[in-house]
């Protein structure tokens, strides 16, 4: 802050501008951030058309092209430009005899440090812990804000750089499922840029909702007119349908659940209705009414999707406390849980990179990943019936 013809702030007694005026020399902890903005702003002045192309595969996997224009800018394509796409080198060859030596060097250690997975270990005000997946090594990471991310279990795609005995995440943190961590480390291992893209924007993809059976979940309905007199009852009773009183209703084993509702039936004069929600299974529906009911006719096929649902208007939900009051239902209802629980014990579980729950609890490495995902389980309330996580912990020995 010292003006030219001012003493010195070294303590000399000359002047400022005879002594250090144009050599000051910051520590280089101050000093790293401004390095790191130098090489940012040469991986953008250098490398604009790979910045596009990343930014575009990581918004058009997400789903998102929209947000081309916000994404260009996110510190992270930046630092994949850096150093997956080796744009640190061409900073340094072009900058080797203007930079002082120590930021040389540290531009070179930082060329060394590949991007990983992480999980939190702890926090502190200003500072995170991380355990690399990859090596177990612990590092301290500095000047980092109190997030969700950084909350201890947390897993974290990254490349903080060290500064001195500490690091510093110029770049930034991306948060990763746990079902992802194996995948992740293949692609961070091949550091390919593109590759990277499509896995980080399929965390940020809308999800896919589906049925037990794996189709695309789509509400359907079929329409059909009956004729005069016809056993209808009787035909749908033959078809594999049961009788509940207000509908008619289609149950069967499916691929990820047993005796799961697929469709059902509503009588209504001369005209049926059915509802799935999918379009497979109402073309299951048309094939068993077709051979069941042949005097039938079909009408229409009215496919919904999902998003014409107004969720500010949602369906009324039968009152679950009144439903488990019945103690016949309350029974029908804990017997149904006890076998999905038991079921579920030894169903292959992505997140547990499919392995089956007891498959992972007998190996040290998956145990920690069932650990977390039991944990991120909510318990059941007192009086409610529900998949309970501390059973399946008792289950599982833990």
């Not at 390095?35 to 990581?58: P, T």
């Not at 940020?204 to 309905?221: K, S, Y």
């Not at 005796?259 to 059902?264: F, G, H, K, M």
């Not at 849980?337 to 579980?349: R, V």
Request: hydrophobic share 40%; with cysteine.
């Amino acid at each position: 802050m010292a003006r030219r013809n001012e003493r010195c702030p070294c303590g000399s007694g000359r002047k400022y501008k005879v002594c250090h005026l144009g050599r000051e020399l910051h520590p280089i902890e101050d000093r790293s951030l401004w390095l790191y903005h130098k090489m940012v702003r040469f991986a953008r002045e250098q490398a604009d058309d790979e910045i596009d192309s990343l930014a575009g595969v990581l918004t058009d996997v997400m789903g998102e092209p929209s947000l081309w224009a916000e994404m260009i800018k996110a510190p992270l394509i930046s630092d994949v430009v850096l150093h997956e796409e080796e744009f640190e080198q061409g900073f340094l060859d072009g900058r080797l005899s203007t930079l002082p030596d120590d930021e040389v060097l540290l531009a070179q250690q930082w060329m060394l440090v590949d991007r990983t997975v992480f999980e939190v270990e702890s926090t502190s005000p200003g500072s995170i812990e991380l355990r690399d997946l990859g090596t177990g090594e612990m590092i301290e990471v500095v000047n980092v804000d109190d997030n969700p991310m950084s909350r201890p279990g947390s897993l974290l795609i990254g490349r903080p750089l060290p500064v001195g005995d500490i690091y510093r995440a110029f770049s930034g943190f991306m948060a990763l499922r746990p079902d992802l961590v194996q995948a992740a480390l293949s692609v961070l291992d091949d550091k390919d840029p593109d590759a990277l893209m499509e896995l980080l924007g399929s965390m940020h993809r809308a999800p896919e909702i589906r049925n037990t059976d794996g189709h695309e979940m789509e509400p359907t309905e079929v329409t059909w007119s009956l004729p005069d007199g016809a056993d209808v009852a009787g035909a749908l009773g033959r078809a594999g349908l049961t009788d509940d009183g207000d509908s008619w209703t289609l149950v069967r084993d499916t691929a990820n659940q047993s005796n799961a509702l697929v469709a059902s039936i509503q009588l209504d004069g001369d005209t049926m209705l059915g509802s799935t929600n999918s379009v497979e299974r109402a073309g299951e529906l048309l094939e068993l009414i077709a051979e069941h009911v042949p005097d039938a006719v079909h009408l229409s096929t009215k496919v919904s999707a999902l998003d014409e649902f107004d969720e500010n208007d949602p369906p009324e939900l039968p009152n679950q406390a009144e439903m488990l009051a019945n103690p016949e239902i309350r029974a029908a209802i804990e017997a149904h849980m006890a076998t999905y629980e038991t079921e579920w014990l030894d169903s292959t579980i992505p997140a547990l990179g499919g392995r089956t729950p007891r498959e992972a609890a007998a190996d040290p490495i998956a145990r920690e990943d069932l650990i977390r995902l039991l944990a991120s389980f909510p318990e059941v309330d007192d009086g409610a019936v529900g998949m309970s996580p501390a059973r399946l912990r008792a289950a599982l020995g833990l």
